[in-house]
């Protein structure tokens, strides 16, 4: 026992000390560093692979939803029932040609399949087969301008009170495998799972692949918007790169 | 000639927080979600095959739940963990530690040897003559060195999406993701039983002479 209450005074003294070293700027910015190496390593040695693409047997039985299970207003359930006939992606910010997208325009642009594999930052996985066009393809029509830096995404859902989003870089955005996704395992949307259309981003932990979108937004820097940490989890905390 | 290398000292000490701070900030990273499947995908406590316990504050970095304090530091002491076992293969390959103390020979695999070799330790007589490390000193330092630090880092780079392009077929060669994130979490427990052996057997062996020795190199043979 004694030897236990030793150990228990000790943990508690390296705690102390290390919650105290972690309040300091140089911390800080040493946790800021950390994340920008892990992308710049991971950018270097992916080379902007892509990510592998399961077979069709190897889906997970069920995928399970995490963070919002649906979007809790009158209008949500209304736009669901009538079969999310009057949603609309709007596509903003720094682009020459602005977009307002129905769930038919979407689909009627190229279609990109792929069964992946979604990790969350808890540490579970699930597999299913993503549907819809590419982010480049809905980009490219609404003609990004030189500025344009970043993508942000726009959300139906709250989380706690917040209105949730979140931002890539253009070296992500451009990704052949980031998709807008209409459909999982060949069917719409479950709500859980961000009906009508979430984002895919295949290289990035489950909180980056927003879901509920309502609209994309090119900006060329994230400050400003909402916490400025560009998404509502790095808004609380989280690395705003999360391929690892 | 010294004891210790310099480069041995400063990468034991370097390694040593390194070590406890993944370590510690890995048990609140497994708080978050507290199961471990094989294969390449897993979710409900059915398709688990460990349910971890809760690990208590006081053993966690931040010591209480943060996923994500936990995650800036582990992020963040991988990299100089990484680096610094990659540097001390290189030192300990350049200046022979590695083939003078380290490999074994065919005798020592011997069982006579091995036998004789546990029963010494377990008298506690650790007096070995002819190299540095006896027998099963070179398998705990080979198993650390060759597999469990190395492996530690290769499945943590596994785990990370965004290595994924890079690193699907050893994720596949595994079987599968989630496979990967259990072997990270049984070496990580591998490395912990290795630490509280060597700190045992520290203890018993003249504990001030080996500290003294691995911060200010010692002297050989003394």
Known sequence: MERRGFMVGAAALFLGGCSKVADTPAAQSLFRASERWNRAAHRFLGGGGLVKEYDRSEISPFFRGNGSQTVDTPAYAASRAAGFADWRLTVTGLVANPLSLSLDNLKRLPQRSQITRHDCVEGWSAIGEWTGPQLSTILDGAQLLPDAQFIVFRCADTLNGSRYYESIDLDDAYHPQTIVAHALNGEPLPERNGAPLRLRVERQLGYKHAKYLTGIEAVASLEGIEGGNGGYWEDRGYHWYAGI | ?222
């Not at chain 2, 390194?18 to 900030?25: A, G, H, K, N």
């Not at chain 2, 590695?98 to 020592?108: I, Y």
């Not at chain 2, 597999?147 to 599968?176: D, H, R």
């Not at chain 2, 912990?192 to 500290?211: D, E, K, M, W």
């Open chain 2, 1 to 222: 000639m010294k004891r210790h290398a310099l480069s041995t000292r400063l990468w034991h000490w370097i390694n040593l927080v390194c070590v406890v701070i993944l370590f510690m900030s890995g048990l609140n990273i497994s708080n978050a979600h507290p199961r471990l499947y094989w294969g390449d995908w897993g979710f409900a406590p059915e398709d688990a095959w460990l349910i971890v316990p809760r690990f208590p504050d006081w053993m966690t970095i931040p010591g209480r739940y943060s996923l994500a304090g936990a995650r800036e530091w582990h992020v963040l002491m991988a990299w100089p963990f990484a680096l610094g076992l990659l540097l001390v293969w290189i030192a300990m390959l350049a200046n022979r530690h590695f083939s003078r103390d380290l490999t074994t020979s065919r005798a020592e695999w011997r069982w006579s040897a091995i036998r004789s070799d546990i029963a010494k330790h377990l008298r506690l007589d650790f007096h070995h003559s002819g190299s540095k490390f006896n027998f099963l000193q070179k398998l705990a330092y080979g198993l650390v060195f060759g597999v469990l630090l190395p492996g530690l880092i290769a499945t943590g780079m596994g785990i990370s999406p965004g290595m994924e392009p890079l690193l699907s077929p050893m994720i596949e060669l595994v079987g599968g993701r989630q496979s990967v994130r259990s072997l990270h979490f049984i070496f990580a427990w591998l490395l912990f039983g290795f630490f509280v052996v060597h700190v045992l057997l520290v203890l018993l062996s003249n504990p001030f002479r080996q500290l003294r020795d691995m911060i200010t190199g010692g002297r050989d043979g003394a």
